[in-house]
């Protein structure tokens, strides 16, 4: 087994859940910063907000609930498309506003829609990558 093309064909693979999972964890650590330790019920608010935006994004990508998943891949050439900068740090700064401007009464909406909006803002920001990346190659 060669190690690096093991090790490239890993990152490959799992470059977009670790963007995806940066986000997440980056935005819980938000709200933590922003409303302490969270309760069972602001967990659950946060977890079903991101539900609800996987969802969406779903429901959009494949027309409904009930098609099929079949997707053709399209990967980029270029490594640095890997590292989702743009859609990591774009996610949790669209984050970090909300929660600037969000009053602190309202911490289980905060929560959901929190776990919503790094769930889509995630996602969308990796298409602009994907184009941004598709026009310099």
Not at 40 to 50: E, K, Q
Not at 104 to 123: E, H, I, K, Q, R
């Amino acid at each position: 087994m060669e190690y690096r093309t093991r090790l490239a064909a890993n990152l490959v693979s799992e470059s977009e859940a670790y963007g995806y999972t940066l986000t997440i964890w980056g935005s819980g650590a938000l709200l933590i910063h922003s409303y302490s330790v969270p309760g069972v019920a602001r967990i659950l608010s946060f977890v079903a907000g991101a539900l609800v935006g996987f969802a969406l994004l779903a429901a959009v990508a494949f027309e409904g609930f009930s098609a099929r998943m079949d997707v053709e891949e399209s990967p980029s050439s270029l490594v640095v498309s890997a590292i989702h900068v743009l859609s990591t740090g774009g996610a949790l700064a669209v984050v970090s506003f909300l929660l600037d401007v969000t009053p602190d009464g309202w911490p289980l909406v905060t929560f959901f829609v929190v776990g919503a909006l790094a769930t889509v803002t995630y996602n969308v920001l990796l298409l602009f990558e994907a184009v941004a990346v598709r026009t310099v190659t």
